[in-house]
């Protein structure tokens, strides 16, 4: 039986049978004003995060949902795409798939504004996506990639890129790991569908999304997930794994490579009211400015003692340099 066979069981399993300690979020459930999740959605919220973030999700846009669990991540969606078919969500598992629909009934209860239209279900898999090129505004995965092994999440990044439209996001939520795991871990392949064994590095995670083509890349969060102890897993080591939420952008490739945010800030405190770094950049008398790693390396270069450049929180929400 292949990995992914393993992962189809599982995730067929939890679909019949609600597994509420399957994944763990720190994320508490969105509250917006007239959205009411069913509980069934809740304990069935397969995911180490969010990929719902209010200012991806503006003018109505058409989103993608690759993973579908139990419906919430779609139903959130939803709040800001209300038309028909504005939200598509791809699933390989036809007992998800069913649960999710039925789910809807009950989502289509509670909340008044809600249409079951609103949302269309499709087979698939994230490697072969039922979807047209350049057709979507926010593509979104919830601890899926990190189950993939090299070849197959080179595929699944790809079919992402190419369904999104020129700009558009894709929104991550996945599990990383900087520790090195030894081959038995990396090679069970229920720890790898359970979403622990196949966390990589975030600087392997990152390529692999700049290797695709996008442009520019936004880490939101990095937060506490599991921790694999030798009693209980086969390591020697005590192993930490956290989990981080990502924006990969559709943008053009700059020259001289892509734009990564990891929470770096800039703050120039020189005797002239600004700095020009004479690439694009203003920097204001004692204002941060939200800068990219390469525009860290870039002010660092110019060798001044009046330019402060924070360390990566791993936290980045928008503005910036770039």
């Not at 720890?191 to 990589?200: E, I, Q």
């Not at 002239?272 to 525009?295: F, M, R, S, V, W």
Request: glycine residues 8%; hydrophobic residues 35%.
């Amino acid at each position: 039986m292949s990995y992914l066979e393993t992962t189809h069981d599982i995730y067929k399993e939890a679909a019949l049978t609600p597994d509420v300690g399957l994944c763990c979020t720190t994320n508490p459930i969105w509250e917006l004003p007239g959205l009411s999740i069913p509980k069934i959605m809740q304990e069935m919220n397969y995911g180490c995060g969010s990929t719902v973030h209010a200012r991806d999700l503006v003018n109505n846009p058409k989103v993608l949902y690759v993973g579908v669990g139990g419906g919430m991540e779609l139903l959130q969606f939803a709040y800001f795409s209300r038309q028909e078919g504005g939200v598509i969500g791809v699933d390989v598992v036809d007992e998800m798939l069913e649960a999710s629909r039925k789910n809807f009934v009950l989502a289509e209860e509670e909340n008044s504004w809600f249409q079951r239209e609103f949302v269309e279900l499709r087979k698939g898999d994230a490697m072969h996506l039922p979807v047209d090129d350049n057709s979507i505004d926010v593509a979104a995965q919830n601890c899926l990639f990190n189950i993939f092994k090299e070849d197959d999440l080179k595929l699944a990044i790809e079919e992402m890129y190419r369904v999104l439209k020129p700009h558009g996001r894709l929104v991550m939520s996945d599990p990383t790991c900087e520790q090195k795991m030894n081959e038995t871990l990396r090679n069970d392949e229920r720890l790898r569908a359970l979403c622990l064994s196949g966390s990589l590095p975030i600087k392997e995670y990152v390529k692999a999304l700049t290797d695709a083509g996008f442009g520019t890349i936004e880490i939101r969060a990095r937060k506490p997930y599991r921790i694999l102890d030798p009693k209980n897993y086969p390591t020697e080591e005590l192993i930490y794994i956290e989990s981080i939420e990502v924006a990969a952008i559709k943008d053009p490739m700059p020259e001289d490579g892509p734009c990564v945010f990891t929470g770096k800030a800039a703050i120039y405190f020189g005797q002239e009211e600004y700095l020009d770094d004479n690439k694009g950049h203003i920097l204001l008398k004692n204002q941060p400015i939200a800068i990219c790693d390469k525009t860290a390396a870039n002010l660092a270069g110019l060798g001044r003692e009046d330019i402060y450049i924070s360390e990566s929180t791993f936290h980045y929400d928008g503005g910036g340099c770039c």
